[in-house]
């Protein structure tokens, strides 16, 4: 069964440097999405990715993230200068049709990237 | 602010009994909702989506939905050790999903 992979599964960073989680999302999909889960807490939405370009992002997106699709198969997340509070799980996802068009929105999850940040 | 709201339990229930999981939401446009299982440590599971007001059912599963007044719930029949987990609902804004902080359901044998 096809599945989003994730990688690295665990990374340990100290605070003010940059990280890249990266995810293969399935491959037949075309939207992408980064949410996060504080250790305890809700899972939040961070943002969409669609024919190569931001479709939404949340206001926890700042300008110390980025997210970008290199070479047609990666989709990664880029966290220029982590903070404390950055620490957590992070989630790729990824969806055949946009919830709009197939009103369902079924988004299949990766294992998630766990950050922790000292 | 489009919130989704849950009680964080923990609902505790016998093997064997049926687990009532509850879920309001603020935003009246939202159109479609969903029930995700996850388990400790992992990422959230899709256990079945719904749209329509009324029931849905899958399996031990049945999904029901009040729109009027922004109701979603999740029926566990048969309840198991297996099934417990922390149980998320989720409204879908534009693209995307809006969580609830999730409720955790502990079934003992």
């Known amino acids: 069964e096809p599945e989003v992979t994730q990688t690295p599964s665990h990374q340990v960073t100290q605070m003010g440097q940059e990280v890249i989680l990266r995810c293969v999302p399935i491959?037949?999909?075309?939207?992408f999405y980064w949410y996060r889960q504080i250790l305890g807490q809700k899972v939040e939405f961070l943002v969409s990715f669609y024919n190569n370009e931001i479709s939404e992002k949340s206001e926890i997106f700042d300008d110390q993230f980025s997210v970008e699709r290199p070479d047609g198969s990666n989709f990664t997340l880029k966290i220029r200068s982590t903070k404390l509070e950055d620490s957590a799980m992070y989630f790729c996802a990824s969806s055949e049709l946009a919830g709009f068009e197939a009103n369902t929105g079924e988004l299949f999850f990766g294992e998630g990237s766990r950050l922790t940040v000292l | 602010q489009k919130e989704v709201e849950q009680n964080s339990g923990p609902l505790s229930v016998p093997e064997g009994a049926i687990a009532s999981l509850n879920c309001t939401y603020s935003?009246?446009?939202?159109?479609?909702f969903f029930w995700y299982r996850q388990y400790s440590g992992k990422s959230p599971e899709l256990i079945m989506f719904?749209?329509?007001?009324g029931d849905k059912e899958d399996g031990r599963f049945t999904a029901q939905l009040n729109k009027a007044s922004q109701y979603v719930s999740l029926l566990i029949r048969d309840s198991q050790p297996s099934d417990s987990a922390t149980y998320l609902c989720?409204?879908?804004?534009?693209?995307?999903?809006?969580f609830g902080t999730g409720t955790r359901l502990q079934v003992f044998p």
């Open positions: 491959s037949n999909h075309l939207y």
């Open positions: 719904i749209y329509s007001n």
């Open positions: 989720a409204s879908l804004n534009t693209d995307k999903l809006i």
């Open positions: 935003d009246r446009g939202s159109q479609s």
